[in-house]
């Protein structure tokens, strides 16, 4: 069942995890430097990515270190990237790691910056040449053909800064009137371009510039910085910049505030490179080298162009927030498909171990069934042969009996006697074995009948073993209802058999030899008074007295308990545990005697449930007196049973057929505890109490009402106004119409 088990469960989880998704990616993004233009573009990577969910993207950034991008190029490698996206910090330092990656099978895509090998699948990027060419010509133009410029390089060896210098150059060489005052070196960064433009403009204090052009707007506002510091007084140059990125701080709104005269969109297309990626992996067509679009930025088109990208960005995080839901809602339609599968599964367990439970309490049956069988055969068998041995041992024994008597026994040789002897002497003792088989086997055959029709084994004990009677019980049965009755639970049974020796002769007297046992006779036998030892196994007196007391049917009989514990403290623990009285041993026969006497005599006081007598009875001698509601109760603390027991005989008055068996089953006790529960607590029987709850009714209805006597005779369950009348007189001296007279 196990191996089973353990299969099931491997189907649901596998069956849980078959999501019928296509082959998974996991693409390495290695940039060169951690900037906003390199934010945007990873953030629109990842929305592409969205498109793609079998698409994993891992980003690094190199923070213009070559060292660290060498290094986490081969990270990504040693991850088992399927394909890696690279943008060089530099042409020639960063080649060797991009080889490796190729020459190990992996598709490489170079964008924005290039190397200076030839090993890579793919590059994407803008014409750097092409933006420095324009941004010449726009200069010279914004000039008029003659001024003073100050050029700012981007990182020394990254492509980008060599090919915008190239083509700011020849542009500018176009134009005789523009001159380019200095070139200094940067490295895309606003601070680094702030140092240098201030250490130059410190020692060059009579060069006035024009225009100041920075291969990126960072630069561009490094400069700008660097001069309203140095030169707060005097005229600004103009500013030029590129990348024209949007948003908070971007290019486009630096020129449309007039910080930057002009920028230039350095487009970062993350999409388009991701699904260069997904069709180099997927197999589909791509191209080697793709060039991508782009437009400058001046204060002509600043405000329309930031608006389009405001827009774009609006509906960028509109599209991320869909996607968040989107993914929710996945999330949750997959827990819901998971739920569903494992619901599937727990039931199919379910109906399995049904299923094996089914055969294994079938098996068990029919297993116990045989075993049954076979003891009854064997039983059968032993019991026949003992029989049959038996019969010719009578017919030995018998003429052995008479040869005793004999003359000739009498006078034989001593050898002859002593053989005869011998022969009597194992005569009489294989017929004590043949006896005891047949007890024995008598014995099985009562506790099996007993198991087999009470249906629970553990009652087999109950008669034969639990209860011995004393040689009281063969009292007459009326001579026996008149006898107070005991249980002694004590495990040893010279105790036993000493405490019945002094105690048979005025009570019937039950045993038990351990706590379990004694509490099913108790149950059983409703027992007037209980008397237990302490240190018994199975159960011990003290748990014993606690569940008798915790009983609904026990829970009124008085429990003595003896022990030889007879430290405070262990009398504190009886009398806490509820027993009655508590007597150490030794003891002395008349103190226990006169225990007994005690508690059963307090608890003989005759308890009328229903009101009192009416006056004439009232006036009748205290010996003969029922005692009021309130004698009772000191007599006695008040109890559930006693309510319970009222509130059923009440509500079933009018019942003519209600009997002692009725109100058992309705009070879920038997004939014969209700009888001894009754009479134990009320010295009446239940009988007796039923007559006095439906007269003392009458009574009350006769003086309330205008009932005749006929429909109240009726309404309180008798049968025939004529028995009414003899049992109400009986009961109050008077006949009905005379309580009716008093009334008027």
Known sequence: MYRQFLIAMAIIVGLAACTGRSKNYRIGVSQCSDDIWRDKQNAELRMAAYFHDNVELCFAAAYDSDARQV????????????????????????????????????????????????????????????????????????????????????????????????????ALNRYPGVSVVATLQGDWTEPTAFD?????????RDIDVDLVFGMNDRSAMGARKAYMEQRPEGRLPLFCGIDGLPGEGGGIQLVRDSLLDASYIYPTYGDVLLQVAVDILEGRPYEKDTSLMSAIVTSSNANVLLMESEEVMRQTAYLEQLHQMATGYLQQLSAQRTVTLLAIGVIVLLLLLVVALWLFFRQRARLHQERTQMEREQLDFYTEAAHELRTPLTLIEGPLDLLAATPTISEAPESAAELFAIVRRNTTHLSGLINKILDMQAGKRSVSSVADNSGNGTAAWCEPIAMQPSASQTLGSGQQEEMPTLLIVDDNADVRAYLRSI??????????????????????????????????????????????????????IPVILLTARALSSHQIEGYESGADAYITKPFEKELLQARITNLLHSRRVLKDLWGSKDEEKEAASEETAVPTMEAVADAQPSSPFVMRFKAVVEARLSDSNLSVEDLGADMGLS????????????????????????????????????????????????????????????EYGRVPGDVREVKE
């Not at 014969?672 to 439906?694: C, E, F, M, N």
């Not at 009726?714 to 003899?726: A, I, M, Q």
């Open 671 to 730: 004939r014969v505890q209700l009888y001894r529960k009754v009479k134990a607590l009320t010295g009446s029987t239940p009988v007796d109490l039923i007559r006095k709850a439906r007269l003392a009714k009458a009574r009350e209805l006769l003086q309330s009402t205008d009932l005749t006597v006929s429909e109240v005779a009726y309404k309180v369950g008798f049968t025939t106004p004529s028995y009414f009348t003899k049992c109400f007189k009986d």
């Open 71 to 170: 290094q986490q190029i081969d990270s990504l490698l040693a991850k088992g990237i399927d394909l890696l996206i690279v943008a060089p910090n530099q042409m020639a330092t960063i080649s060797p790691a991009i080889d490796r990656a190729y020459d190990q099978g992996i598709p490489v895509i170079v964008f924005e910056r290039k190397t200076n090998s030839q090993k890579y699948t793919a590059f994407l990027g803008a014409d750097n040449y092409e933006m420095g060419r324009v941004m010449g010509d726009y200069v010279a133009t914004r000039l008029k053909g003659r001024g003073r410029v100050l050029e700012i390089m981007g990182l020394k060896g990254s492509s980008p800064a060599i090919e915008r210098h190239n083509g700011f150059t020849d």
């Open 503 to 556: 105690l048979q002769a005025d009570y019937q007297v039950y045993e038990a030899e351990d706590g379990q046992r004694g509490l099913a006779v108790a149950r059983e036998q409703v027992p007037d008074l209980i008397v237990s030892d302490v240190m018994m196994p199975v159960m011990n007196g003290l748990e014993f007295c606690q569940q008798v007391k915790s009983d609904f049917v026990t829970s009124h």
């Open 196 to 204: 240098i433009v201030k250490s130059w403009l410190s020692s060059h």
